[in-house]
């Protein structure tokens, strides 16, 4: 009897498991190889060892624009758990409670998580674009001619109105974990608060707020891991070189400048993509398993 017969589960797990090998964990350990390399994806490599990384630290140029990135890639972290969550649990409290017209209200908060990103962007570009936008043309138009701005194109406003807007587009996908946990408490617990009087604001805060550490542990680590992972509505606004003196420039975006098309030196440098790729990954790794392992031992604890 065959390894097959004696676990045919195996038959079912190889074919996704082969692929999972081949186009994911093989390029992960590809690119940590080339990182240690001087290569620009045509012709012969270069090894140098560990001068990439140092150059991604040490050099003053590149590691100023490495940090900009790392800092825009923090604070929108720190915006999506202390801004946007607390919405999303608000938004999500307003639905479970079934306010009136709460279906509408639930599709319109959650269309925006149905849409492609790209048209997602083209909608921003479209209301915020200093020439043709509707904002502006709309301000213009009420004579408000001294609000109106360049919007993204003036890097003291374009990062906290990138947060705005991204609270817009990405409240939907975590309040309907919100919402999915809310409806798992149990009703024999809500009636029970209800009838010794906790109402309002009582019964959010102190029943229905400490049974979402399931949905809470998820999101945060969601938020986290997207926050330090973000490329695309950045990259759609801003462009390439981050926006703005690199008002809008992150971790993706500044790997994928020099990684696909070096803008700098007029060629590409995949080796040292592929190092700032490799510290991108020990970064989100090491803070997820920390955020995972604390929020659970807090789970765990307070139940």
Same mark, same amino acid.
């Given at each position: 009897?065959?390894?097959?017969?004696?676990?045919?589960?195996?038959?079912?797990?190889?074919?996704?498991?082969?692929?999972?090998?081949?186009?994911?964990?093989?390029?992960?350990?590809?690119?940590?190889?080339?990182?240690?390399?001087?290569?620009?994806?045509?012709?012969?490599?270069?090894?140098?060892?560990?001068?990439?990384?140092?150059?991604?630290?040490?050099?003053?140029?590149?590691?100023?624009?490495?940090?900009?990135?790392?800092?825009?890639?923090?604070?929108?972290?720190?915006?999506?758990?202390?801004?946007?969550?607390?919405?999303?649990?608000?938004?999500?409290?307003?639905?479970?409670?079934?306010?009136?017209?709460?279906?509408?209200?639930?599709?319109?908060?959650?269309?925006?998580?149905?849409?492609?990103?790209?048209? !997602?962007?083209?909608?921003?570009?479209?209301?915020?674009?200093?020439?043709?936008?509707?904002?502006?043309?709309?301000?213009?138009?009420?004579?408000?001619?001294?609000?109106?701005?360049?919007?993204?194109?003036?890097?003291? !406003?374009?990062?906290?109105?990138?947060?705005?807007?991204?609270?817009?587009?990405?409240?939907?996908?975590?309040?309907?974990?919100?919402?999915?946990?809310?409806?798992?408490?149990?009703?024999?617990? !809500?009636?029970?608060?209800?009838?010794?009087?906790?109402?309002?604001?009582?019964?959010?805060?102190?029943?229905?707020?400490?049974?979402?550490?399931?949905?809470?542990?998820?999101?945060?680590?969601?938020?986290?891991? $997207?926050?330090?992972?973000?490329?695309?509505?950045?990259?759609?606004?801003?462009?390439?070189?981050?926006?703005?003196?690199?008002?809008?420039?992150?971790?993706?975006?500044?790997?994928?400048?020099?990684?696909?098309?070096?803008?700098?030196?007029?060629?590409?440098?995949?080796?040292?993509?592929?190092?700032?790729?490799?510290?991108?990954?020990?970064?989100?790794? $090491?803070?997820?398993?920390?955020?995972?392992?604390?929020?659970?031992?807090?789970?765990?604890?307070?139940?």
């Amino acid at each position: 009897m065959n390894i097959f017969q004696k676990r045919p589960y195996i038959v079912f797990i190889l074919p996704g498991l082969t692929l999972y090998l081949i186009f994911v964990i093989y390029p992960m350990f590809y690119a940590f190889s080339l990182s240690f390399y001087d290569w620009s994806g045509f012709g012969p490599k270069t090894f140098i060892g560990l001068q990439n990384f140092y150059s991604l630290f040490f050099d003053p140029r590149i590691s100023k624009m490495f940090f900009n990135a790392l800092k825009n890639n923090v604070l929108f972290v720190l915006a999506e758990l202390v801004l946007i969550m607390p919405v999303q649990i608000f938004f999500a409290y307003l639905i479970y409670r079934k306010i009136k017209g709460y279906k509408i209200f639930q599709a319109l908060i959650f269309l925006p998580s149905v849409i492609s990103t790209a048209i !997602i962007g083209f909608f921003i570009m479209i209301v915020f674009d200093p020439n043709i936008g509707i904002l502006n043309t709309t301000l213009q138009f009420f004579h408000l001619e001294n609000w109106q701005s360049a919007w993204f194109g003036d890097p003291k !406003i374009a990062f906290p109105l990138f947060i705005l807007v991204t609270m817009w587009v990405g409240i939907g996908y975590c309040m309907m974990l919100f919402i999915a946990n809310m409806r798992g408490i149990s009703e024999e617990m !809500i009636e029970a608060a209800l009838i010794d009087g906790a109402s309002g604001y009582k019964l959010f805060f102190y029943i229905i707020l400490p049974q979402l550490w399931p949905a809470l542990t998820n999101v945060i680590v969601f938020d986290t891991i $997207t926050g330090l992972t973000l490329f695309d509505i950045p990259f759609i606004i801003g462009g390439s070189q981050g926006g703005i003196d690199n008002s809008l420039d992150f971790l993706n975006i500044f790997f994928f400048r020099y990684a696909f098309g070096n803008s700098y030196n007029g060629d590409t440098a995949v080796g040292f993509g592929s190092a700032i790729s490799v510290v991108t990954f020990l970064m989100v790794a $090491t803070v997820a398993v920390f955020q995972l392992k604390y929020l659970r031992r807090i789970q765990t604890e307070s139940e």
